[in-house]
């Protein structure tokens, strides 16, 4: 017995190079999956209120969208807009003109081009990692006294974009979770 013991043990020993190259392969696809779950994650939404805002923020009937002074694709525009005129619209204030409102609504967009490992299947059945580009976007919305210009509230929220058609989705998102912070509730 225990010839076969030493036998089979010997004989897993024979190829150390396969053996290693089969450990550096799962570790490599281990810290892809890593890597690629910590890119994954969403940036938390930040906000900030200014003193005083919750009480003029309750207050507020009206609101306005600011024109926007570098506007991002067509199909994500219409989406942001779209978004926060239903978000606001939920928690009982109205879409007036510019001129009318009671708070004006401003936003910026920002894109900025990254690359992550992903893991990827390979034919074996483990993982290899590849490279796999990305785009992070970062939407600002500010909520300003619209007499005054002063900053009530600001919402910042992050999401990664594999692809250029899930941009819409994903500022549609990104709007809906960063004003899921805002100081009003919805109505029903």
């Known amino acids: 017995m225990e010839r076969a013991g030493t036998v089979a043990t010997l004989g897993r020993m024979r190829n150390p190079v396969a053996s290693a190259a089969r450990r550096f392969r799962q570790l490599l696809a281990f810290a892809g999956v890593a890597l690629l779950w910590a890119a994954c994650i969403q940036a938390p939404v930040r906000v900030e209120v200014t003193e005083g805002a919750v009480e003029r923020l309750a207050a507020a009937q009206t609101f306005a969208l600011a024109p926007v002074e570098s506007p991002p694709p067509p199909a994500v525009t219409k989406r942001i807009e779209s978004t926060l005129r239903s978000e606001l619209a939920d928690r009982g204030l109205r879409d007036v003109p510019l001129g009318e409102a009671e708070v004006k609504i401003a936003y910026r967009t920002n894109r900025e081009p990254r690359e992550r490992i992903a893991s990827v299947p390979n034919a074996e059945g483990g ?19 619209a007499k005054t210009g002063d900053v009530l509230w600001q919402g910042v929220g992050q999401i990664d974009v594999v692809s250029e058609s899930s941009q819409p989705q994903a500022a549609a998102k990104v709007v809906h979770e960063v004003l899921a912070r805002f100081p009003r509730e919805p109505v029903d």
């Open 127 to 145: 993982d290899f990692g590849t490279l796999q580009a990305y785009t992070e976007k970062t939407i600002e919305i500010d909520v300003l006294d």
